[in-house]
Nanobody, 126 residues
């Protein structure tokens, strides 16, 4: 299985931006579909954004509202989450995940993922 490591989290004020990165090591990252999830304090982990193996398809949670962009660079074994217009409600630990189920292109279902990073903290103040 691929190993994942997130970076790029931090503390910003409302309206600010952050770019998260998730670097993979192990099998070729192009063989995996990837997603970002987040867990806010006191809440369940929830889906944020997904990208297909070669990056041709993306899918977002409704709350993203055009503020976030997921992208990937398989040559660098990296998937990104560009976050703009951050709101205090975006405060959470952000996780990247990767999976290889053959019938899946993009997924928001945690059960479709076999590899998870440890997460990176994003804190947005008002």
């Amino acid at each position: 299985q691929v190993s994942l490591a997130e970076s790029g989290g931090g503390s910003v004020q409302a309206g600010g931006s952050l770019r998260l990165a998730c670097v993979a090591s192990g099998p070729p990252f192009r063989d995996y579909y990837k997603s970002w999830f987040r867990r806010a304090p006191g809440k369940e982990r929830e889906f944020v954004a997904a990208i297909s193996r070669l990056g041709s398809s993306t899918y977002y949670a409704d709350f993203v509202k055009g503020r976030f962009t997921i992208s990937g660079d398989n040559a660098k074994n990296t998937v990104y989450l560009e976050m703009n217009g951050l709101e205090p409600g975006d405060t959470a630990v952000y996780f990247c995940a990767a999976g290889t189920r053959g019938v899946v292109s993009t997924s928001k279902d945690e059960s479709d993922f076999t590899s998870w990073g440890r997460g990176t903290q994003v804190t947005v103040s008002s």
